[in-house]
């Protein structure tokens, strides 16, 4: 089997990502849609703690920034450490934070 490399990883998630968001009325303005966007993946480790989650997701949004990135890529259950058992409550402050 071939090996994917990085790059095309990232063009194929963003492709995906954004056909997804295209799709949804109102979700991206009719001037964006027919850009190229930048995006930054954040591979991060995930822990069952929202605060260490959180913690690690900070310097993200701050090199998504200085990538000038319109999207950030977290992985799937990033700040409630994909389990089912996680403060509902907790983890809505940390996303509102």
């Known amino acids: 089997m ?31 849609r027919s850009k190229a966007h930048r995006v930054t993946i954040a591979q991060l480790r995930v822990t069952r703690s929202v605060e260490d989650n959180l913690a690690r997701m900070k310097p993200a949004f701050a090199k998504a920034a200085g990538d000038k990135a319109q999207w950030l890529l977290f992985p799937e259950g990033m700040l409630s450490g994909y389990t089912g058992d996680f403060d509902q409550g907790e983890v809505a402050a940390a996303f509102a934070e």
């Open 2 to 32: 071939a090996r994917n490399s990085r790059r095309g990883f990232v063009r194929r998630v963003a492709a995906g990502a954004l056909t997804v968001a295209a799709g949804a009325p109102g979700l991206l303005a009719a001037e964006q």
